[in-house]
């Protein structure tokens, strides 16, 4: 493990809502450069989507990875948006998914750019998948109050486990 990045033991997160804006893609894909994710960030930002979520639990930004075909080699759905209360309602342009309750490893990225620490710490993950048994159920990137400076920002990543 990189001395850049922590990680936590086993914690269980509470099965919560979550509301954005979802695309199909895989890490094959993305890596050559032919995916969907910068774009589908340009779109959350470009959108304003965070400001068209009812009922936002608080201004955190998720990026959820869920809807695995299978591991890290296969079709995923990414979706961009935010944890809701119980009682609001999605857009109907935007895609609703309940998470459920699970086990997690957070993964804690340094201070950087966000864009090159978020990939560090996936790399770091890919690594620490190949001796750890991931649940590939639902994933996702929390970006809080640390990462408002994009160029020196800090986000955790849940990585759901057996």
């Keep these: 493990m990189s001395t850049f990045i922590s990680k936590s033991e086993v914690i269980r997160h509470q099965q919560f809502r979550f509301v954005g804006t979802p695309a199909r893609t895989n890490n094959q894909l993305e890596l050559k450069g032919e995916g969907v994710i910068p774009s589908l960030w340009s779109n959350f930002y470009e959108n304003q989507i965070l400001e068209l979520i009812p009922g936002k639990k ?4 998720l990026a959820l990875y869920t809807q695995y075909e299978s591991d890290e080699t296969g079709t995923y759905t990414i979706a961009l948006g935010t944890e809701i209360t119980e009682d609001s309602g999605a ?12 086990n997690y490893i957070v993964f804690t990225t340094r ?4 864009h090159e620490v978020v990939v560090e710490a996936w790399q770091e993950i890919w690594e620490w998948s190949k ?3 991931r649940a590939f159920q639902s994933d996702f990137e929390l970006y809080d109050a640390r990462a408002i400076d994009m160029t020196n920002g800090q986000v955790d990543i849940y990585i759901s486990v057996k």
């Design 58 to 61: 608080n201004s955190s930004v």
């Design 131 to 133: 001796h750890n048994e």
């Design 111 to 114: 201070k950087g750019p966000v």
């Design 91 to 102: 857009p109907s342009e935007l895609g609703e998914f309940i998470i459920p309750e699970s």
